[in-house]
């Protein structure tokens, strides 16, 4: 294995662990020199259980909990910015996440 193929290998394991959701990379001979593509899955607020919540950027155990907790009490999330209405979640939060979520 090259190294060009070996840092891409590596680089798909890392965004995996990150994630916690499948990673898609594009083949190595399809990517022209110094060029890397991967696609990272979003995550979906209304079906992620709360490992996956947790792997969001500022999303610790107790705000995953939150966010479960306001779906089982009010139902599924009409759009991203209702995650304003739980509890942890403020403007700068959401900033942070909402490229990286979406509602189902």
Same mark, same amino acid.
């Given at each position: 294995?090259?190294?060009?193929?070996? !840092?891409?290998?590596?680089?798909? #394991?890392?965004?995996?662990?990150?994630?916690?959701?499948? #990673?898609?990379?594009?083949?190595?001979?399809?990517?022209?020199?110094?060029?890397? #593509?991967?696609?990272?899955?979003?995550?979906?607020?209304?079906?992620?259980?709360?490992?996956?919540?947790?792997? !969001?950027? /500022?999303? /610790?155990?107790?705000?995953?909990?939150?966010?479960?907790?306001?779906?089982?009490?009010?139902?599924?999330?009409?759009?991203?910015?209702?995650?304003?209405?739980?509890?942890?979640? /403020?403007?700068?939060?959401?900033?942070?996440?909402?490229? !990286? #979520?979406?509602?189902?």
């Amino acid at each position: 294995m090259n190294l060009k193929n070996t !840092l891409l290998t590596i680089f798909c #394991v890392c965004a995996f662990a990150l994630f916690g959701q499948s #990673v898609l990379a594009a083949n190595a001979a399809d990517v022209s020199e110094g060029q890397l #593509v991967a696609v990272a899955a979003k995550v979906d607020v209304n079906n992620a259980d709360i490992d996956t919540l947790m792997s !969001l950027p /500022g999303i /610790g155990s107790k705000t995953a909990e939150a966010i479960d907790s306001y779906r089982k009490e009010n139902g599924r999330f009409q759009s991203v910015d209702d995650l304003l209405k739980v509890k942890g979640i /403020g403007p700068k939060k959401l900033e942070k996440i909402k490229p !990286l #979520v979406i509602v189902s």
